[in-house]
């Protein structure tokens, strides 16, 4: 089983629909990021969070809301949807152990119509 | 100026030649340096990182870091069709903030 899973993997919806993204984990790290991609771009964070009472904005929050419900579970909310939020999602965890090497889900493909 | 810095490419190397990609980053204090492999449409995967200055070694990719002028390269050997991806690399500053901070991404093609 993969150790980070995303749900959905593909989603379609309309302008000014409220949508949910959802990620969990079950490597045990305490934190845990959202990031978007747009195609032929590197990586934005969008949320980071250390731990269970620890969220923290990155560089692209605006329009975007998380919620950390456990160790293991880091969810990123799109309260209004627009078409420019068209993009590749990926949720990743970090290992401090490791030099904060991140591991990645397999990403959630946003369409907004 | 962006914090780190790479050549979009795309670098086009033949099958069994040395590819060798270079990143460049702003912070002085930044401590680890990561290089991944992301193919089309799907998520980054690991391939090495390196705290240290030097070269480090994994298989058919060596990773070599110089923190006085501030450049990390990533060097694939025997390169193969299958190496055709984007490179990222992503340096961690540390300190308050610790987490990674990741460049554009360089686009490698190897032609057969």
């Known amino acids: 089983d993969a150790d980070v899973t995303q749900t959905p993997r593909n989603r379609i919806t309309k302008t000014g629909k409220r949508i949910m993204l959802e990620c969990s984990q079950t490597?045990?790290?305490?934190?845990m990021y959202w990031y978007r991609q747009d195609p032929g771009l590197g990586l934005q964070l969008i949320y980071y969070?250390?731990?269970?009472?620890?969220?923290n904005k990155g560089e692209i929050s605006d329009g975007y809301s998380v919620s950390r419900q456990a160790q293991a579970k880091f969810s990123l909310s799109l309260e209004s949807a627009i078409p420019n939020q068209t993009a590749l999602y990926f949720c990743?965890?970090?290992?401090?152990?490791?030099?904060?090497?991140?591991?990645f889900g397999p990403g959630t493909r946003l369409l907004v119509l | 100026q962006k914090e780190v810095e790479q050549n979009s490419g795309p670098l086009s190397v033949p099958e069994g030649a040395i590819a060798s990609l270079n990143c460049t980053y702003s912070d002085r204090g930044s401590q680890s340096f990561f290089w991944y492999r992301q193919y089309s449409g799907k998520s980054p995967e690991l391939i090495m990182f390196?705290?240290?200055?030097g070269d480090k070694e994994d298989g058919r990719f060596t990773a070599q870091l110089n923190k006085a002028s501030q450049y990390v390269s990533l060097l694939i050997r025997d390169s193969q069709p299958s190496d055709s991806a984007t490179y990222l690399c992503?340096?961690?500053?540390?300190?308050?903030?610790?987490?990674?901070?990741f460049g554009g991404g360089t686009r490698v093609l190897v032609k057969p």
């Open positions: 969070s250390f731990d269970v009472k620890d969220i």
């Open positions: 992503a340096v961690n500053v540390g300190g308050a903030g610790n987490k990674l901070t």
């Open positions: 490597k045990g790290h305490d934190r």
């Open positions: 390196i705290y240290s200055n």
């Open positions: 990743a965890t970090s290992d401090p152990g490791q030099g904060e090497t991140q591991y």
